[in-house]
């Protein structure tokens, strides 16, 4: 049966420059994929800004005046010739061209929502284009709602529709090796960047609470998987607390090392703070990492409140825990090392979460009912 959408709609899609790594761009290349798979190849195109921001005497990273003439032009120029009658714009940064465009060619458009970029303040050029839009679609009910609130946009049309991990390299871990069953030290894993900017992510807690876990679980050994600016500070931070025997920084490492770390860990944990009223809103917009864990089958346990509290369910996929009490994260991780049988239930049930809820498949049938609306 023929999916009567395919060749019906013409989609552009604005985006960031997709030659870095990083959520924003993962996700923008699911959306194009599922887009192509929804409408057909010569449906979809994509008009990326031409270069990476930089940053320059100490500012905040900018993109060249020239570049984002180019940008605009190309833009411009895709809207007009080829006339699409969608515009998705991957990012708010670039929802007045958005705007702009909307005016001129009277072009509809959606706007991508992942966290930290819409929590706090906008310029007013970025408000009036989020209220322009003819659909917000957000990554998280939990971003959609705090940027709905932050900016006044109660009325406007959204649709949720969660990430998916990559098709390319998934996950390769297996759940056949329980817990209960293995012979290595239990090992407790977090990744995550080490950066002075992202302390948010708990790794403080996480060392913190470590000597309460060692003084249950003496054979524990906890993995840090990233690298930043702030691995020193963390590195003396253990040393200081007495736990460095027990800890590795691995940092960087390959697809292939990640996935061996997944699948040798019997516990994945990131207790990441959400501050959506200081002045700097900090946290997790998603947090992919915990879906790459999960679909290892492996139990985790992540935050009360913020976005990773959304689709984990605690006391099934793992647990959730007051995110600023080394006691609580504590007891969690030895909740789980002292139960494996527990603990492999929950990395079952976890995985099969993911496979059903967050595959390309959803993905693409989420955004096929958007489509259609």
């Known amino acids: ?72 032009a190309s833009a411009l120029s895709a809207a007009i010739l080829w006339r699409p009658d969608l515009i998705i714009c991957a990012h708010v940064g670039l929802a007045p061209v958005c705007s702009l465009i909307r005016k001129v060619s009277r072009t509809p458009y959606w706007v991508i929502l992942y966290g930290i970029e819409v929590w706090g303040d906008l310029t007013p050029a970025k408000c009036d284009a989020l209220k322009a839009a003819a659909r917000l679609v957000s990554i998280t009910r939990f971003t959609l709602d705090a940027t709905v609130k932050r900016h006044k946009l109660a009325g406007t049309p959204a649709v949720i529709l969660p990430p998916t991990l990559s098709r390319q390299s998934p996950p390769s871990g297996t759940i056949n090796k329980s817990a209960s069953a293995a012979t290595q030290r239990p090992m407790v894993l977090t990744v ?26 003496p ?25 460095a025997s027990s800890l590795h920084f691995a940092g960087s490492v390959s697809p292939e090392k990640l996935a061996l770390c ?22 997790e917009g998603f947090g992919i990492v915990f879906l790459e864990a999960m ?13 990773p509290a959304e689709f984990i369910h605690s006391g099934e996929h793992g647990l959730l825990v007051d995110p600023t009490s080394p006691a609580a994260i504590a007891d969690a991780i030895v909740d789980l090392l002292s139960n494996p049988a527990r603990a492999h239930q929950m990395g079952i049930a976890a995985r099969q979460w993911v496979n059903s809820e967050f595959s390309f498949e959803s993905f693409c049938r989420r955004l096929r009912e958007a489509l259609a609306k």
Request: net charge positive.
């Open 1 to 72: 049966m023929t999916d009567p959408l395919r060749n019906s709609r013409k989609v552009l899609m604005l985006a960031p420059s997709l030659k870095g790594i990083g959520g924003v761009q993962n996700y923008t290349n699911t959306f194009v994929d599922s887009l192509r798979e929804i409408l057909g190849d010569d449906r979809v195109r994509v008009v990326p800004v031409p270069e990476e921001a930089r940053i320059r005497n100490n500012r905040p990273p900018a993109l060249r005046t020239s570049a984002k003439i180019r940008f605009l």
């Open 192 to 217: 995550g960047r080490l950066a002075a900017s992202e302390r948010y992510k708990g790794h403080d807690l996480m060392l913190e609470a470590w000597p309460l876990v060692l003084r249950r679980v």
């Open 219 to 243: 054979d524990a050994e906890y993995w840090i998987v990233g690298e930043g600016d702030d691995r020193q500070r963390l590195e003396s931070k253990a040393r200081e607390l007495g736990i």
């Open 262 to 283: 997944y699948d040798r860990c019997w516990v994945f944990a990131m207790p990441a703070r959400t501050e959506l009223d200081g002045p700097v809103p900090r946290g």
């Open 295 to 307: 679909a290892c089958g492996k139990p985790v346990i992540g935050p009360q409140l913020g976005a």
